[in-house]
């Protein structure tokens, strides 16, 4: 993600550069140095030390309003020099094109930005299952997952609960990344996370974005207490945290299980921050039947076909964490560059694996994939 905002910001300067130097009547020096303020200033905005959210805010917005229409004016502009000479033709055509794709650029953005992101879609699906206990046929449950919510707008939030309590759950799962940083983004919106109710419950996993790896200045003491807090209130709002466990669901005398992991981490790093691996399946499926019908909560799908399919009695696993790449073209999405399971139903022999898209992100922009609430219906075959 770094590098590709790199490219986006510096190529354009550079192609630039390197095109004046070429000339016989070159501009001050001052001048060309000048034109590299606005890259130069960005560059830094990402490296310093800031606030994730007000950096993310900026750098989004800027990207999408200014220096990705700039870099595809600059990219198409450079095709169309050679192609020019080629045709012997005065006219750069590129550049025009370029200027036709930029205002598409920004017009995308726009849409993604100021009202797809702000829309909440409910997706309704059953699942079939021939291990499901009789008592739980029809059980519904909610899934929700990749709030980041110190990006998001009080009313969206408030939206939120209204939108997934509606749906009468006998469970809530909510998959990972309440939060972008550090825990003191819950605060504004304690009273209304505290209204999420099921009849069963509502229960959590941490993601990567929850243990505060990305929190500016934290030593390890202040992440350590930052992470302890962040549980702390999501435990306040009344959810039951499964970190590395599971829990016990009952219905007439027959059970069904819930266990959550903590992180899974792959070997990729985010946003110049590696977060350790912390998900301990064993741990969490620990003293559960094998012939149990288990529910998984993992934040990370990564996980699913190497040591949870084929391996572990895990009847569904639910994760997030790949936010489906926040957009997609002509069922294109970049997030499938990253994860073999990115978005939707996976299936494995009688396993299943859901990976919705979530909800929010550091950047709220979405095209073609809006934010989701996920409800399953669990059904006895």
Partial sequence: ???????????????????????????????????????????????????????????????????????????????????????????????????????????????????????????????????????????????????????????????????????????????GDVQNAHPQELYPYASSLRKLHATDGVFSVLGNHDYSYYAPTVDEALRIANERETVSRQQQAGWAVLDNSHQTISRQGQQLYVAGTAFFADKRRHLRVTVPNKADIDRALEGIPPSAFTILLQHNPTEWKSEIAGRHSVALTLSGHTHGGQLQLFGLRPSRLLWSEDSGLYSQGHQRLYVTTGLGGVFRFRFNVPPEVVVITLRKS
């Fill in 1 to 175: 993600m770094l590098i590709l905002l790199l490219i986006l910001i510096l190529l354009p300067d550079c192609y630039r550069t390197w095109r004046y130097s070429r000339r016989k009547s070159k501009k001050p020096l001052w001048e060309q140095l000048l034109r590299w303020v606005p890259s130069l200033a960005m560059v830094a905005l990402l490296f310093l030390q800031v606030d994730p959210a007000t950096t993310a805010t900026i750098v989004e917005i800027a990207m999408g309003l200014f220096f990705v229409p700039r870099f595809v004016i600059h990219l198409f502009s450079a095709i169309g020099r050679p192609l020019r000479r080629f045709s012997k033709r005065r006219a750069n055509w590129g550049r025009l094109l370029g200027l036709m794709m930029a205002l598409l650029v920004v017009g995308v953005f726009a849409y993604g930005r100021f009202f797809e992101a702000n829309r909440i879609v409910v997706k309704q699906m059953e699942m079939t299952f021939s291990n499901l206990p009789d008592a739980f046929d029809g059980y519904r449950i909610v899934t929700c997952s990749d709030l980041h919510i110190g990006s998001l707008p009080t009313d969206f939030v408030d939206r939120l609960v209204e939108t997934v309590n509606l749906q009468h759950a006998d469970a809530i799962f909510l998959l």
